[in-house]
């Protein structure tokens, strides 16, 4: 009978402490609309000397709005608001709550809006995925790998006002090793070279097809000087190395949010904004070939003996098209060509000396 009267006396204490409310107020960028939503979330508290700890635990700072693939929604762009609590308007509030015998009070809270917020892309015309660009990285140098990672984020979040061309080595800034880049396997002219930044063309080419994808006129694109196994399929490719650059406008009615992210191995661009065209292409075409030049063998007495590279892989030269059709909402009609020349190219080997 004790031991009933005892958790009987737990229980009742328990619950003599208010809970904490918060009321939390949400909105999505979904089908082109902002929707708003509210609810509250409960917090259990044996006593005041809990509340410390629970406004640490919810404290946060705003994060930017951003775009995910919902199930059934598709593509909605959602954000979260910043929380700052002032401990002693907590405690406050807890004890009006405790004297005056309610179960519950309400968390008072200092909202912080993110930059930008869902509204912010709203207003500016960031609606839903406008052109998505992908590549494959899978058998890259680890070095090669963190090059495109640090040149990817350099772009993720960056928005492109409407009637403005977007230059990508402007927005890249100085691939140097004091800006984070490593040495990785690059290709110069003629040759494949180890230097710094190798993999940032790699970032190019995927920009590059969410751009042409999303039907956006071209300014400025170089193919590279060879078929690159990475960026299949070929005549889709881009290539950057000061002056050379890539270029594209955005005419759309809005912005353009430029979002990054690699899956596994796969680099991923997308833009999102106003879609007000419709985009197919054909191809690759290849026109004509030519058989790839005979294999090299570079020696480097600095490697361990044994060692054994392959650094570049055997391609055909080849003229290669890809035709666009873009058709906008307001009936125009646009058709372009986008030509690709190749040279035949030989595979190498890096050897150490022999064993």
Do not use: F, H, N
């Given at each position: 009978m004790q031991n009933w009267v005892a958790l009987f006396l737990l229980s009742t204490l328990a619950w003599a402490a208010p809970q904490a409310v918060l009321v939390v107020h949400e909105e999505v960028l979904e089908e082109g609309r902002v929707v708003k939503y509210v609810g509250t979330q409960r917090?259990?508290?044996?006593?005041?000397?809990?509340?410390?700890?629970?406004i640490q635990n919810l404290s946060r700072p705003p994060r930017p709005a951003r775009f995910i693939l919902d199930a059934q929604k598709g593509w909605i762009a959602v954000q979260k608001l910043g929380y700052r609590f002032d401990a002693e308007a907590v405690r406050k509030a807890y004890r009006a709550a405790l004297e005056a015998g309610k179960r519950e009070f309400v968390l008072p809270v200092k909202v912080e809006q993110p930059k930008p917020s869902v509204q912010d892309l709203w207003q500016q015309g960031i609606l839903g995925l406008v052109g998505e660009g992908r590549t494959n990285f899978a058998g890259s140098l680890p070095s090669r790998i963190h090059n495109i990672r640090l040149a990817s984020s350099r772009f993720d979040g960056l928005q492109i006002p409407p009637g403005t061309v977007f230059s990508f080595n402007r927005a890249l800034g100085p691939v140097t090793p004091a800006a984070g880049y490593q040495k990785?396997?690059?290709?110069?002219?003629?040759?494949?070279?180890?230097?710094?930044?190798?993999g940032v063309c790699q970032v190019c080419t995927t920009l590059f097809r969410a751009a042409y994808f999303g039907g956006l006129p071209i300014v400025e694109r170089h193919p590279h000087s060879y078929q690159v196994g990475y960026y299949k399929p070929t005549g889709l490719d881009a290539t950057t190395a000061p002056p050379k650059d890539l270029r594209f406008k955005n005419d759309t009615p809005g912005h353009l949010l430029i979002q990054t992210s690699i899956q596994g191995e796969n680099l991923i661009f997308r833009l999102f904004g106003s879609k007000?065209?419709?985009?197919?292409?054909?191809?690759?075409?290849?026109?004509?070939r030519t058989p790839p030049l005979p294999t090299r063998y570079v020696y480097d007495a600095s490697l361990p003996a044994g060692y054994?590279?392959?650094i570049d892989f055997a391609a055909e030269g080849a003229l290669v098209r890809v035709y666009r059709t873009v058709r906008?909402?307001?009936?125009?009609?646009?058709?372009d060509v986008l030509e690709s020349r190749y040279?035949?190219?030989?595979?190498?080997y890096l050897l150490g000396p022999r064993r």
């Open positions: 917090y259990l508290l044996q006593d005041e000397g809990q509340l410390e700890q629970l990785a396997w690059v290709i110069r002219g003629d040759q494949t070279v180890w230097d710094v930044g190798g007000d065209r419709e985009v197919s292409w054909r191809g690759p075409v290849i026109l004509w054994r590279q392959q906008l909402q307001s009936g125009e009609l646009r058709q040279k035949a190219w030989g595979a190498v």
